[in-house]
């Protein structure tokens, strides 16, 4: 398994985009025409809106969805006119992007690709990267910033939503801590035997030292920052920050 878990994990997610998964629930035509008209927001994190000020000039702009199928986010940049590829191991929310694009009427460039190996693409391309919360389904986060940092053009901006790691203390609940950090399933017998038989797929805590401080270790420049929650549950209605948002650019 070792190997092949992001396969694994791609499955899972297809199969909780089969079942209705928040994150696999693709927008309506009405948010797109609305979107077009300049009203829109986006989220890289369950609750908070992405500041509009953390986007480039979208007209015009090539915009990398990192890890982002679904429907969700590249709709509404391709409504703000920007010229739209979306990367994503999970063949659901790969199908949801071009069902969007086909009902709406754009072009997407819609790849299938593991985000743990090297990026198809050529260095300096895209303006902009959005990475909602998703480098918690590989082990390793650092290749991912140096591909980023690749592939942008001077100047050009990475926006990723992140997981700080608080939720793989917890019971299902929220109410009792019973694991430790890291979260590791891959070298924990006990939590890789629980993410098989509960269908969590194979996720992993990143510490801030890999999340942020390997932004800044490819060459990134961090310029803002935000915390957020789960959006539900009891961590959620005590406000423990269990997300962050970072806006970088190169």
Known sequence: MNGKYTEFNA????????EGWEWGKPISHEEFIRATKNDWQVLLT???????????????AKVLGLASGGGQ?????????????V???????????????LRENYEIEIIKADITKPLPFEDNVFDLIFHPVSNCYIEDVYPVWKECYRILKKGGILLAGLD???NYLFNDEETEIIRKLPFNPLKDKSAYE?????????????????????????GFTLTDIFHDTNGNGRLHKFNVP???ATRAIK
């Open 164 to 166: 700080n790691g608080i």
């Open 46 to 60: 369950p609750t908070k809106p992405v500041p509009k000020n953390w986007f480039c000039e979208l007209r015009g």
């Open 73 to 85: 986010q590249m709709p509404i940049f391709a409504a703000l006119g920007a010229n739209c590829t």
């Open 194 to 218: 629980n993410s098989i038989k509960y269908d969590w797929g194979i996720q992993f805590s990143h510490p801030i030292e890999e999340q942020i401080g390997g932004q800044l270790q490819v």
């Open 87 to 101: 990367i994503d191991i999970s063949e659901k929310q790969l199908l949801s992007e071009r069902e969007v694009a």
């Open 242 to 244: 269990t997300f962050y």
């Open 11 to 18: 499955k899972v997610i297809d199969k909780w985009v089969e």
